[in-house]
T-cell receptor, first 113, second 110 residues
Framework: GAGVSQSPSNKVTEKGKDVELRCDPI?????LYWYRQSLGQGLEFLIY????????KSGLPSDRFSAERTGGSVSTLTIQRTQQEDSAVYLC???????????FGPGTRLLVL | DAKTTQPTSMDCAEGRAANLPCNHS???????VYWYRQIHSQGPQYIIH???NNETNEMASLIITEDRKSSTLILPHATLRDTAVYYC???????????FGAGTTVTVRA
C-alpha cells in the first residue's frame, strides 16, 4: 500500500521567508510525527499528533515553528521567518497508534540561504 | 530508553549474509529492539522489531540473545541496495519520541 508521502521533496528559500511542509500519513494511521535531521546529526523530535488529542509540541525549537493536522490526516509544518540554522531534512512519520511501529516518509530537504 | 552500541562501520560482500550486532545491556523487560535503516538521501526505513523471540520478515531476521542484552540483524543475501546506515534502538511501546544513535554504516561491495 501507499506509504507516507511528503512534499515538496526539496525546498530552497531565502532567510526570513515562511515555508510550509506537507505530510500525508499512511491511511488509517492515527498517530503522526514530525522530526528534523540536520547534516551529520541524529533524529530530533519536533511534534506528535494522536487523533483528537492535544498535540505534543515539546520538541518545537522556537515559536517560529508550528504544525497542524486537519481532519486527522494531512499535516502541515510551518516555519516562519526562516533562519539558516533551520536548514535540515524534515521527516514525517506515522503509526497506527503511538505504541506501534513508526513509518517514515522520504523527507523534505530544506535549504535556507 | 536503554542505550545501544553498534560498530561504526562494516563491509559486506554482495550475495553474502550481513550480520549486524547491537549491544543493549541495560535493556528493560518491556523494551523492544527495533531496527531501521537509512539509505543515502532517503527517510528512515523500518526493518524489523522484536521483544524476546527471534523474528523474521521479508527483509531480515532478528536474533535476540536469551538475556536480551544483545541482538543481531541478519540480511540473508546482501545486495548493493542494502548499502545504508543501520540503526538499532530500544524503546518502550508508549515512548513515541524516536532517537537514533550513530548507527552502523554498512557498505555492500560487488
Amino acid at each position: 500500500g501507499a506509504g507516507v508521502s511528503q512534499s515538496p521533496s526539496n525546498k530552497v528559500t531565502e532567510k526570513g521567508k515562511d515555508v510550509e511542509l506537507r505530510c500525508d500519513p499512511i491511511s488509517g494511521h492515527t498517530a503522526l510525527y514530525w522530526y528534523r535531521q540536520s547534516l551529520g546529526q541524529g533524529l530530533e523530535f519536533l511534534i506528535y499528533f494522536q487523533g483528537n488529542s492535544a498535540p505534543d509540541k515539546s520538541g518545537l525549537p522556537s515559536d517560529r515553528f508550528s504544525a497542524e493536522r486537519t481532519g486527522g490526516s494531512v499535516s502541515t509544518l510551518t516555519i516562519q521567518r526562516t533562519q539558516q540554522e533551520d536548514s535540515a531534512v524534515y521527516l514525517c512519520a506515522s503509526s497506527g497508534t503511538a505504541q506501534e511501529t513508526q513509518y517514515f516518509g522520504p523527507g523534505t530537504r530544506l535549504l535556507v540561504l | 530508553d536503554a542505550k545501544t552500541t553498534q560498530p561504526t562501520s562494516m563491509d559486506c560482500a554482495e550475495g553474502r549474509a550481513a550480520n549486524l550486532p547491537c549491544n543493549h545491556s541495560t535493556i528493560s523487560g518491556n523494551e523492544y529492539v527495533y531496527w531501521y535503516r537509512q539509505i543515502h538521501s532517503q527517510g528512515p526505513q523500518y526493518i524489523i522489531h522484536g521483544l524476546k523471540n527471534n523474528e523474521t520478515n521479508e527483509m531480515a531476521s532478528l536474533i535476540i540473545t536469551e538475556d536480551r542484552k544483545s541482538s543481531t540483524l541478519i540480511l540473508p543475501h546482501a545486495t548493493l541496495r542494502d548499502t545504508a546506515v543501520y540503526y538499532c534502538i530500544v524503546r518502550v511501546g508508549h515512548d513515541y519520541k524516536l532517537s537514533f544513535g550513530a548507527g552502523t554504516t554498512v557498505t555492500v561491495r560487488a
